[in-house]
């Protein structure tokens, strides 16, 4: 596909790995839709976009929940005319061990929390699925081809402390592998990404002796960088026999 004037969307656009992909495809020619929670954020990373001297507008949306995500792509099939990717990329994490057992007494303790599980279900797993399910609605309507690509993560193989995070990480993969051979007859391609360990403000703010522990355990030696999954991103928009596969980027880890 390619890029240049073509219509894409990415949740979680505010911030992130979000503003490195939108400002990736900005450079490409590409039009932006941009929707998170943060206002600021969107409006910090649509005037970035602008720069480039593309379209790129901002929506306030909550993924997780269905009239919020009906509204965005209406809003956006509106306003631009036509939708050709969507990059479901929002997503939140609350870590924390499926039971934690008490050393000296041997008994459970605390066990991972509903409100641990359910936040990041809605809007890990659940969102992507609306908006999977009406970005593609709005793209057979309005007659265009494009590419669905979930952000999903290494640890969807399985990660200690991570019994919510790596179902929706799982699960997410899974579902653009469904959506692939689903949608392929209407000209709808649908992959997904795997990041590894990736240099984000959230995880560069980490102290450093962790950072250096967790960069010790990657063949690469380093953590992987926002540009490198953005570029992975448009290597997926613009190469049309890519359709219904995982791509890691991690630098050759292995969880």
């Known amino acids: 596909m390619e890029l240049k004037d073509k219509v894409i969307v990415i949740t979680g656009g505010g911030r992130g790995l979000g503003r490195s992909m939108a400002l990736e495809l900005a450079q490409k020619g590409a039009k932006l839709a941009l929707a998170d929670l943060d206002q600021e ?3 910090e990373t649509v005037g970035l976009c602008m720069e480039h001297g593309v379209e790129a507008r901002g929506y306030i ?10 509204k965005l792509f209406s809003d956006v099939a509106a306003d631009f005319g036509a939708i050709n990717g969507l990059i479901n990329n929002a997503g939140v994490t609350r870590d924390g061990l499926f039971l934690k057992v ?3 007494t041997g008994k459970v303790a605390k066990k991972m929390s509903m409100d641990q599980w359910n936040l990041v279900i809605d ?5 992507t699925f609306l908006c999977g399910r009406e970005a593609a609605a709005q793209m057979i309507d309005l007659g265009c081809e494009g590419c669905i690509i979930n952000i999903s993560s290494i640890s969807r193989h399985g990660n200690m402390g991570q ?4 179902a929706t990480k799982a699960g997410v993969e899974a579902m653009a592998v469904t959506w692939a051979k689903e949608l392929a007859r209407y000209g709808i391609r649908a992959t997904s ?16 002796e962790a950072l ?36 890691e980027v991690d630098g050759a880890l292995r969880i």
């Open 41 to 43: 954020g969107l409006d």
């Open 61 to 70: 949306a909550n993924v997780a929940d269905e009239d919020s995500v009906v």
């Open 102 to 104: 008490d050393r000296e």
């Open 212 to 247: 250096e522990k967790i960069a010790a355990g990657i063949p690469a030696k380093r953590l992987g960088k926002p540009q490198e999954i953005a570029n992975t991103v448009a290597f997926i928009l613009e190469n049309d026999y890519v359709n219904g596969r995982c791509i």
């Open 123 to 127: 809007v890990n797993l659940t969102g």
């Open 163 to 166: 019994t919510n995070y790596t």
């Open 193 to 208: 990404i795997a990041p590894g360990y990736i240099g984000t403000e959230m995880v560069m703010s980490m102290k450093p």
